[in-house]
């Protein structure tokens, strides 16, 4: 739906430039009109990614998003634990302020009774010299002043005791607080890392949502395909009619849709999901293998892009069989060729498959050559093809299948790969 909306909106822009622009002569219009397709085609493929980007980003955005609940997770246990002792660690730093500005103050008194200790017992060493005269008044004044000198010895031993322990307490208490500062601002720290990173789940969970459902849609149309495909097959009695197969291929578009609705309410937990068969294809396609020669491949360089029978799809584990092969092209609008000689007997632009060419070799083997970009004007229905002859050509991927005597055999057994 994505697409045709996509394809929709193109149109209505092409149309737009054609009608907003001034009279050009032909050769202008044609520029005019390359351009802009070329233009609309470059943002078509930008804004759709092909299926198997989209498979691997959703694994990888699954895999992270698992990680990254993990480390939630962790980080919420350690804000958990760290949440308790931050608020008594609060209520304790608040005390130990307050006791510490108390006894700065008790400091700041004892020196000031220290220097006033100080300050009476050098004026008792003024009064009291060591020649003053011996006599009774004499006597009883040097007892005096020994008495009060041993008092403000004592005194000041006294205070220097309290200010040694005053000033040890201060320490400790300010090491506490420096302890419980740092406690809380690692607290802090945790908090927002915690927020961060459920921020960034929340955005992987809204990416994997897009992804899934746009990969859903292209599913469902690879099924879709399929089933056309062996619609037109039936049709040209190049296999027998199946109504069981027909109905379970009409049956999977909805299943794949199906699994991805059930797999949003799993999403942010990521649980496992079963693996499932799926499709007409996995249950009623008959296949043997291929034992004649090998000839040509209908592309001169590619790569495997999606096998011959069944695979697991990686995000929805449903089973699925393949009656066809895809091949990607190593360059764009490559040239198709015949791997058989052959008659055409189906050559046409489809709804879903693109342009579809079918030909009838010999030993009861049809080629089936799907998504074609182009068909050579010669070739037509009822025309007689030599191998190696070109007869269309290729955007990227080329859908092939191959049927002998209503059997579906592996094209990879039939063509010869570099």
Do not use: W
Not at 52 to 75: C, F, H, P, Y
Not at 229 to 243: M, P, S, V, Y
């Amino acid at each position: 739906m994505r697409v045709f909306i996509v394809f929709l909106c193109l149109n209505f822009i092409f149309i737009a430039t054609l009608n907003s622009a001034p009279k050009l002569s032909t050769k202008d219009k044609i520029a005019t009109n390359e351009k802009t397709l070329a233009t609309n085609k470059n943002l078509e493929e930008k804004l759709n990614k092909k299926l198997d980007e989209l498979a691997r980003d959703i694994v990888n955005s699954e895999a992270e998003l698992k990680i990254t609940q993990e480390k939630i997770d962790q980080m919420q246990a350690q804000v958990n634990k760290l949440e308790s002792i931050a608020k008594s660690a609060d209520t304790e730093l608040q005390s130990l302020k307050e006791q510490n500005a108390n006894l700065i103050k008790s400091q700041r008194q004892i020196e000031e009774n220290m220097l006033k200790a100080i300050s009476e017992k050098f004026a008792y060493d003024l009064i009291a010299p060591q020649d003053y005269a011996e006599n009774q008044e004499s006597i009883i004044a040097n007892e005096l002043l020994a008495s009060l000198n041993t008092n403000i010895n004592a005194q000041l031993s006294k205070m220097a005791v309290d200010y040694s322990k005053t000033t040890n307490l201060i320490k400790s208490q300010s090491k506490r607080i420096s302890d419980i500062e740092f406690s809380l601002q690692d607290f802090r720290s945790k908090q927002e890392k915690l927020k961060q990173l459920s921020q960034k789940q929340n955005e992987e969970l809204s990416k994997l949502k897009n992804d899934k459902e746009s990969y859903s849609e292209q599913l469902a149309a690879i099924s879709t395909q399929q089933l056309e495909l062996r619609a037109t097959l039936e049709n040209l009695k190049i296999i027998e009619k199946d109504e069981k197969a027909k109905e379970e291929a009409r049956l999977k578009a909805e299943q794949i849709k199906a699994a991805a609705k059930a797999s949003k309410k799993t999403l942010a937990d990521n649980e496992p999901q079963n693996v499932r068969k799926m499709g007409s294809s996995y249950q009623s396609s008959a296949v043997k293998k291929y034992k004649g020669a090998k000839t040509i491949a209908p592309l001169e360089n590619f790569t495997l892009k999606q096998a011959f029978g069944d695979y697991t799809d990686p995000v929805y584990k449903i089973k699925i069989f393949n009656e066809s092969v895809v091949l990607r092209s190593t360059t764009p609008d490559a040239t198709v060729k015949n791997v058989l000689d052959g008659k055409v007997v189906f050559a046409k632009d489809t709804a879903v498959l693109q342009k579809v060419i079918i030909m009838e070799n010999t030993d009861g083997i049809h080629t089936i050559y799907a998504h074609l970009s182009k068909i050579a004007p010669t070739i037509k229905v009822g025309s007689k093809i030599k191998k190696g002859y070109v007869i269309g050509r290729v955007e990227r991927d080329l859908t092939f299948e191959v049927t002998q005597k209503n059997y579906h055999i592996n094209p990879m057994e039939l063509i010869s790969a570099k």
